[in-house]
């Protein structure tokens, strides 16, 4: 399953899906959504802000793991795209592996996206 979020629309997403019965696909919501946030603070640590946000779609692994992909632009217009792999989604994506690229090169590549 896939899922695109935006990190704007986060707040009314994530209650329309947590509201829905069963809850399909709304593990993959909240986690592009967190990776999106988080990935976005990560840019600007790094020394490269976006100019808004980041657009991520998360892909199941498995029960509660998804790799997620993102794309953005940096304030000053270079492409950023940000690769999480393996992240759970109990874990406030604080465990996987993330690699965040500007312009295809790397600036940051940790197993702690929020650290």
Known sequence: MRLRTTTPMAAGLLFVLLAAPGGCG??????ADSV???GAD???DAGHPL???LDCTAKSKGAVKYDVDCTGRTK?????TLT????????????GV??????????????????
């Open 26 to 31: 709304a593990g993959a919501a909240i986690t």
């Open 36 to 38: 999106a946030r988080i």
């Open 42 to 44: 990560a840019f600007a």
């Open 51 to 53: 100019a808004h946000g």
């Open 76 to 80: 000053d217009g270079k492409k950023a």
């Open 84 to 95: 999480a792999k393996n992240v759970a989604e109990d874990s406030h994506d604080d465990d």
């Open 98 to 115: 993330f690699v965040g690229k500007v312009d295809g090169k790397t600036i940051f590549s940790r197993k702690c996206l929020a650290c």
